[in-house]
């Protein structure tokens, strides 16, 4: 196997990684935020609860996520030292500065982790999930500039060889950073919410109490708010998106649409079977001029075509398969959102019904699934660059022997990972009921007598 695609493989693998827990990372917080914010300002013990028990399972994901965004700054690196040789002199600002804004995260996550029960007014102890958020949000924002960058280098210019005229604020406000920021955290909200709501439902298919049932019943109705709002404006994040590609990569549309050839009236392909040599796509559903449509609003928009792309610039044509994946269990998070909502002022009876509650639980990691797809198809549509138009992945690559091994090693370090945070996670709930927690850590009477007041 050539080293640049172990290379490939291995930075894959840990991204792949990684942005599970980035995206809980960047996601939880607004929860607990707000959680807690509704908690106080209703008086609610449910709510206060759910804030502090979302709290402690997010650290042990953060902690794990430091390991993973660790190896990747390495990783680039060790792996791709020929790309951090021209990237360092334009972009390293953002690189340093998703590293402050994690510190600044976790020191205020410290604080309000153990200071629960220390203020007298309890909305002091909110004001520390404001750093929080925004903490996981600028990092989020810092990371994404840099692989903005990637898509959509700015800021340099390169004369006879030699770089010149680096501006790193350009270089960091890109052309494709708003549409990708804006991407990066909606779909990171909406995930979070509805991993917590599939957690809430599969809580209520086991519920043996009314407490707990009462208690999971309201998670999981702030949680569907959530996703619905977030999935929604996922939606108009991918409609920005799509028009950024037509207008500056047009080369990643084309190839997720499988599109040939240039023309006005452009269908836009759901799923369906390639056939490469000849060009031809079987069993696809065909939405006539949607593509079109979507990349500039009008149907007799001419969308580019591969065949007017230099074939060796094309990116794999595999993306369209991540694409789809990434399209469908997206939609599905909106739709059972949508769904829960019109039977709740429709037909309640039939709201927290087994086959509804099994439909809520599958929105969590579908739509995790979705996130994997589109970040697949993000990386994947670059392809063959890693600086688009000024360095192809091929001449990044290391010229170090070992990489086989290297990736042997992080697969079982991944794996490792992965399992331990899943068996810790289990651990530190199992047993533990809705009503045992409230009791334990406000109880209800006490909540009532203080007048929200620890």
Same mark, same amino acid.
Request: hydrophobic content about 50%; aromatic content about 14%; proline content about 4%.
């Given at each position: ?219 999981? +109705? ?7 709002? #977030?999935?929604? =404006?996922?939606? %108009?994040? *991918?409609? &920005? !998106? ?104 429709? +037909? ?7 086959? #509804?509650?099994? =439909?809520?639980? %599958?929105? *969590?990691? &579908? !739509? ?87």
């Amino acid at each position: 196997m050539e080293d640049v695609l172990i290379g490939r493989i291995l930075t894959g693998l840990t991204l792949g990684v990684h942005i599970l827990y980035a995206t809980i990372g960047v996601g939880i917080p607004l929860l607990i935020m707000v959680l807690e914010f509704l908690g106080i300002k209703k008086n609610d013990y449910h709510y206060l609860t759910m804030a502090r028990r979302i709290a402690m399972g997010y650290t042990v994901t953060v902690a794990v996520g430091v390991v993973t965004g660790t190896i990747i700054g390495l990783q680039l690196s060790l792996i791709w030292p020929e790309f951090m040789q021209l990237a360092g002199h334009i972009i390293a600002l953002p690189l340093f500065m998703e590293t402050f804004a994690f510190f600044f995260e976790a020191i205020f996550l410290g604080i309000y982790l153990y200071t629960w029960d220390r203020f007298t007014n309890r909305w002091h102890h909110w004001y520390l999930t404001i750093p929080v958020v925004l903490g996981a949000g600028i990092s989020a924002v810092f990371i994404t500039m840099v692989n903005s960058f990637m898509n959509s280098p700015a800021g340099f210019e390169i004369v006879n060889g030699t770089l010149v005229n680096v501006d790193p604020l350009k270089a960091m406000f890109n052309p494709s950073m708003p549409e990708r920021v804006f991407h990066v955290l909606v779909t990171a909200y909406m995930t979070a919410a509805f991993i917590m709501a599939s957690i809430a439902a599969f809580k209520l298919l086991k519920a043996k109490f009314d407490e707990d049932r009462e208690y999971h019943k309201k998670g999981l +109705k702030f949680m569907m708010t959530i996703g619905l709002i #977030m999935s929604a =404006l996922t939606l %108009l994040a *991918g409609d &920005l !998106s799509a028009k950024y590609l037509h207008e500056n990569q047009p080369e990643k549309l084309a190839a997720m649409e499988w599109h040939f050839e240039t023309e006005s009236n452009a269908d836009l392909i759901l799923f369906g079977v390639l056939d490469e040599e000849r060009q031809e796509v079987k069993g696809a559903i065909h939405i006539p001029s949607a593509l079109s449509i979507l990349s500039d609003w009008k149907p007799s928009t001419e969308v580019t075509g591969l065949n007017d792309i230099p074939e060796d610039e094309w990116p794999p044509l595999v993306i369209h398969y991540f694409f789809d994946v990434m399209v469908f269990f997206g939609m599905f998070g909106l739709g059972v959102s949508i769904l829960y909502f019109i039977l709740h002022f429709f +037909k309640k009876d039939f709201l927290y019904s087994t086959p #509804m509650l099994y =439909l809520y639980v %599958l929105t *969590g990691p &579908l !739509s995790f699934l979705a996130i994997e797809a589109g970040w697949f198809t993000a990386e994947l549509g670059r392809q063959p660059w890693i600086v688009r138009g000024y360095m192809r992945v091929s001449e990044a690559i290391t010229e170090a022997s070992g990489l086989g091994l290297t990736l042997i090693l992080f697969g079982i370090l991944y794996f490792v990972l992965v399992t331990t945070t899943i068996l810790v996670m289990t651990r530190m709930f199992k047993d533990k009921s809705a009503t045992k927690s409230q009791i334990e850590y406000y109880g209800k009477e006490s909540l009532d007598e203080t007048g929200g007041r620890f």
